[in-house]
Structures are given as C-alpha cells and as structure tokens.
Nanobody, 117 residues
Framework: DVQLQASGGGLVQPGGSLKLSCAASGFTFSFYGMSWVRQAPGKVPEWVSEVSAGGGRTNYADSVKGRFTVSRDNAKNTLYLQMNNLKREDTAVYHC??????????WGKGTLVTVSS
C-alpha cells in the first residue's frame, strides 16, 4: 500500500523557519514526481510545490515562491520542504502527495504548521 507520512510541523513565530519531511513507502519513490499540498482551516486545499522524479525540476505556488524550497532524497525515499520567512497565512496542515500538480493520486497524513506570535 502507498504510505506517505509527513512530519516536522509545529509552532513557529512569523519570520521563522521549519523543515518538513515526508517518508514514502509502498511504491518506487524515484519513479514519481511529488508534491506538497496544504489546507488551512476552513479553506480548500492549496497546492504548494512539486519536484520531478529525479529532483532536477521544481515548481512553486506564487504564495510561497522565494520562501519555500522542495527537495528529495531518493536513496531515503524522503521528500522535504524547507520553509523560511514564514507568515501567519502559511498556517495549515501540510500533506505530501504522490504526483505533480497535475495527477496527484495519493495524499498522506499531514503535519500541522502554526505560524503565530
């Protein structure tokens, strides 16, 4: 079974940083592009970023461009999201997903990021 487990969330002050991780199992990780998606309370899910299967190509939502960096370690079957200069509007549950912006087919259990002073 496909399993995706995000971790690394927590409470951070505005302007702070966090690094999320997503452990993948149950499929050949290196064959798939991967994405991060977030859902703020009371809002629809928002795609955040994607990375190609080999890690060479990345793409970001305008709302996080220049602040977030997606990466992956195919040897460890792990996806990452480095989040810098966090803003209150970044508060959400962050999920990793198999697939890119077009074609996500599995979401994992998310991790909560709260940006507050």
């Amino acid at each position: 079974d496909v399993q995706l487990q995000a971790s690394g969330g927590g409470l951070v002050q505005p302007g702070g940083s966090l690094k999320l991780s997503c452990a993948a199992s149950g499929f050949t990780f290196s064959f798939y592009g991967m994405s991060w998606v977030r859902q703020a309370p009371g809002k629809v899910p928002e795609w955040v970023s994607e990375v190609s299967a080999g890690g060479g190509r990345t793409n970001y939502a305008d709302s996080v461009k220049g602040r977030f960096t997606v990466s992956r370690d195919n040897a460890k079957n792990t996806l990452y999201l480095q989040m810098n200069n966090l803003k209150r509007e970044d508060t959400a549950v962050y999920h990793c997903a198999r697939g890119g912006l077009i074609g996500m087919d599995y979401w994992g259990k998310g991790t909560l990021v709260t940006v507050s002073s």
